[in-house]
């Protein structure tokens, strides 16, 4: 997705904490930010999503910038079956698509 | 938790062949997708589809594609006359109104022979 920038990969610790970063800087007042992941030949998992205050659930947290110019996922624990692509998405919530973009490979290392 | 559901899981076909990939949303959605990953590329949006008609199409959903919800529960994409570049995992997906989460199922392989 033009709209974001990711790094193409990151290599984290099993047991430590996955820190994946994404730029939006041209992000409007309306869009949120979306995480999905893609675990190898599996359909994309929603993760978390957010517009403006940090947002955790039983997966993940997601810290938004105050200037919501970049936001951070961060994976508390993670462990060998969070090895996946990250994609980082920038839409209004009631646009009809997600476009994925090339998103971030994550490898958890034992 | 209420999950999407896809069949077949994998497919084989002959080259001119039509498909029918068949999904099952999960049940309060209203909005219904259908997205391709071609083999190591990315996941390409192909078509939304809300209150039984078409409301978004890529430039990939050409003549070929088509997706019909047949009754309360199904929505399907049909692939006439199969190419091999067709071959590919085709995910289904939907979601609510407000959010709009996309949930996606676990895909169906078609492989064109």
């Known amino acids: 997705d033009a709209k974001t920038t990711q790094p193409p990969s990151m290599d984290c610790a099993e047991g430590r904490a996955a820190n994946l970063p994404c730029n939006h800087s041209?992000?409007?007042?309306?869009?949120?930010v979306y995480w999905y992941r893609q675990i190898h030949s599996q359909g994309p998992q929603y993760i978390i999503h957010g517009l403006k205050n940090n947002e955790t659930n039983e997966m993940a947290s997601l810290i938004i910038t105050e200037d919501r110019k970049s936001s951070t996922l961060i994976l508390p624990h993670a462990t060998l079956r969070d090895t996946a692509v990250y994609y980082c998405?920038?839409?209004?919530?009631?646009?009809?698509?997600?476009?994925f973009g090339k998103g971030t490979r994550l490898h958890i290392l034992p | 938790e209420p999950e999407v559901t896809q069949t077949p899981s994998h497919q084989v076909t002959q080259m001119g062949q039509e498909v029918i990939l068949r999904c099952v949303p999960i049940s309060n959605h209203l909005y219904f997708y259908w997205y391709r990953q071609i083999l190591g590329q990315k996941v390409e949006f192909l078509v939304s589809?809300?209150?039984?008609?078409?409301?978004?199409k890529s430039e990939i959903f050409d003549d070929q594609f088509s997706v019909e919800r047949p009754d309360g529960s199904n929505f399907t994409l049909k692939i006439r006359s199969t190419k091999l570049e067709d071959s590919a995992m085709y995910f289904c997906?939907?979601?609510?109104?407000?959010?709009?989460?996309?949930?996606f199922g676990e895909g169906s392989w078609l492989t064109v022979v």
């Open positions: 589809f809300y209150n039984n008609e078409i409301s978004e």
């Open positions: 041209t992000i409007s007042g309306n869009e949120y």
């Open positions: 998405i920038v839409r209004v919530s009631r646009d009809d698509k997600i476009i």
């Open positions: 997906a939907s979601s609510t109104d407000n959010p709009r989460t996309i949930y």
